[in-house]
């Protein structure tokens, strides 16, 4: 009899083409799929919480698979790991019943955005914030930003080419805080649309810049066009870091990012 396993991932996603398989380019699911088909001894297609786009990152990214081998539970992490690429990494692994479905079953998703607050740029941070370099004023970016909390439409902050069938979503919170030179943005919600939370932050940052008023991101929610929206902010700030699951599957929780960046920094 077969076996569901659910598996929590981090990656940089720096080098690699989004998460979705595709011909001709490195993606994060060929590559968990080679390692956890080597590990199984037959090949695995996997399924994820969430397809992040190129060069977006995960600290709680949570994947499933079936199979008919039976390993030992270590096999799941360490063994695969050893296959893994050093910017893939597998954090922890469950058994689950047939009915979890890493993407269908989730109740919510959790991002983080750091953004590097500084005019000159860091060499070493560069792949893993994004960076703004116009003096920020979080407390205003804050304010503009609880506009955006409830059920919605987002088609404001929607990728032109998004599939989703509806542009309404619901944002149960979103935070901007400062930690030295790092500006984080942290929201949650049901679901995103495509390119949904860098459109966000690309307008908190004009808002936050000073470029626009606290209420322009209200007006902009309310006229539901991307055109007038800010520029798009780069993957590299950009972070998956929780995928939230009904108790019964006893899925673990998500890192977060922002603390460890903090200190690369100011370091």
């Keep these: 009899m077969g076996t569901r396993i659910a598996l929590g991932l981090i990656y940089q996603g720096t080098r690699y083409h989004g998460f979705q398989r595709q011909l001709g380019v490195d993606t994060i699911q060929q590559a968990v799929e080679t390692a956890v088909s080597s590990i199984a001894d037959h090949p695995i297609r996997i399924a994820c919480a969430g397809r992040t786009d ?6 709680g990214q949570v994947i499933h698979f079936d199979t008919d081998a ?6 799941w992490v360490q063994g695969v790991n050893t296959l893994l690429p050093d910017d893939i990494s597998v954090a922890w692994m469950r058994p689950v019943a047939e009915t979890f479905d890493a993407r269908h079953s ?6 983080q955005f750091i953004l590097y607050n500084q005019p000159l740029r860091h060499a ?11 003096p920020l004023r ?10 955006l909390v409830g059920e919605h439409d987002f088609s404001a902050f929607r990728a032109a080419h998004c599939q989703a069938n509806s542009p309404w979503r619901c944002i149960e919170f979103i935070e901007i ?11 949650k919600a049901n679901a995103f649309l495509h390119h949904m939370v860098r459109n966000i932050v690309g307008s908190l940052c004009d808002v936050g810049a000073g470029v626009q008023e606290v209420d322009w991101i209200d007006e902009l929610l309310k006229q539901r066009n991307r055109q007038l ?12 870091c929780q995928v939230d699951y009904p108790m019964a599957f006893d899925i673990p929780k ?12 100011n370091g």
């Design 70 to 75: 039976h390993r030992q539970d270590k096999a």
């Design 229 to 240: 929206a800010g520029k798009m902010a780069a993957p590299s700030g950009l972070y998956l």
């Design 54 to 59: 190129s060069g977006v990152h995960a600290t």
């Design 177 to 187: 805080t400062r930690r030295g030179d790092l500006v984080i943005v942290d929201i």
């Design 254 to 265: 998500g890192t977060f990012p922002s603390q460890l960046l903090s200190q690369k920094s």
């Design 106 to 111: 989730a109740t919510a998703r959790r991002y």
């Design 138 to 147: 979080e407390h205003a970016m804050q304010a503009a930003a609880q506009a």
């Design 124 to 134: 070493l941070a560069y792949e893993f914030m994004a960076r703004e370099y116009r």
